[in-house]
C-alpha cells in the first residue's frame, strides 16, 4: 500500500539522506609565516568521511575576537578572507563541522604581520663628525633584518663614487663598506644607503649621511646637531 507524505516530510527526508555522522578531515592551504599584507585568503578542503551527498559543511576560523564562517562546496573546498592586527603574531584557528553534527580536528596556524620598514639606527662614524680616520671604514646598523637582495652602501666624495667593497652581517643587522685604498685628507664624505627591505616585503627610503676626514696628526670630534 502506497503512503502519500507532505512535501514538507519529503523535504526533510532528502536533506537526512546522507548525512549520517562520519569524520571530517580539515586541511588548510600554506599561509605565509610573515606578510605586509593587512589581510590573508585562508583557504582548504574538507573531507568526510564517508562521502555525503547532501552534508553542509561549516568552517568556523577563529583568531583572536574574530570568529568567521564559510560553507564548503560540493568538492569541500572553503576561502575565508581574514584580517590580519598589524605588526604582530596572529594565531589561526579553524575547525569545520556538518549537519550530522560530525565534527573536524582543530587546526591552528600563526601568520605574522609587520608593516613596519626598516630603519637605519646607527651609522659609524657618525652623523656630521669631523676629523674621521682616512682609513675608517663605514658601519651601519638596522633596526631589523634585512632581506636579499641586500641594501646598497656607497662611499662618495663631491659626487665621486670611492671604490671599496659592502659586506653584509651575518645577522642581516649591519653592513660594513671597507674602503679599497686610503680617503682623501680633509675631504667632505657622503654616505648613501638605498634598497632598504625587510622579510616581509617593507621597503624604507633612503638614508644619507656624511662625515669629514681627518689632517695629518688630527683627533675625531663630533658636532652637535
Known amino acids: 500500500r502506497m503512503r502519500a507524505f507532505s512535501s514538507g516530510i519529503v523535504l526533510g527526508l532528502v536533506a537526512a539522506c546522507g548525512s549520517d555522522a562520519g569524520t571530517l578531515l580539515i586541511s588548510v592551504d600554506p599561509l605565509p609565516d610573515l606578510t605586509n599584507a593587512t589581510q590573508v585568503a585562508v583557504t582548504g578542503t574538507v573531507t568526510r568521511t564517508p562521502p555525503a551527498q547532501k552534508a553542509v559543511i561549516v568552517v568556523t576560523l577563529t583568531s583572536g575576537s574574530t570568529s568567521l564562517v564559510d560553507t564548503a562546496d560540493a568538492n569541500g573546498a572553503f576561502a575565508i578572507s581574514l584580517p590580519l592586527s598589524l605588526n604582530s603574531d596572529n594565531t589561526v584557528m579553524l575547525s569545520a563541522t556538518d549537519n550530522s553534527g560530525s565534527t573536524s580536528q582543530a587546526v591552528t596556524v600563526t601568520v605574522s604581520q609587520d608593516a613596519t620598514p626598516p630603519a637605519v639606527t646607527a651609522v659609524t662614524p657618525a652623523f656630521a663628525t669631523d676629523q674621521v680616520s682616512r682609513t675608517a671604514a663605514v658601519m651601519a646598523t638596522f633596526s ?18 670611492e671604490p671599496g667593497t659592502t659586506t653584509i652581517g651575518a645577522d642581516s643587522l649591519s653592513m660594513t663598506f671597507t674602503p679599497t685604498g686610503q680617503l682623501a685628507a680633509g675631504a667632505i664624505y657622503s654616505v648613501s644607503i638605498a634598497g632598504m627591505a625587510d ?18 696628526g688630527a683627533t675625531s670630534q663630533t658636532y652637535a646637531d
Open 199 to 216: 622579510r616581509a616585503g617593507n621597503t624604507a627610503s633612503p638614508y644619507s649621511s656624511c662625515f669629514v676626514t681627518a689632517t695629518t
Open 144 to 161: 631589523e633584518k634585512v632581506a636579499v637582495p641586500v641594501p646598497t652602501l656607497s662611499l662618495s666624495v663631491q659626487g665621486a663614487a
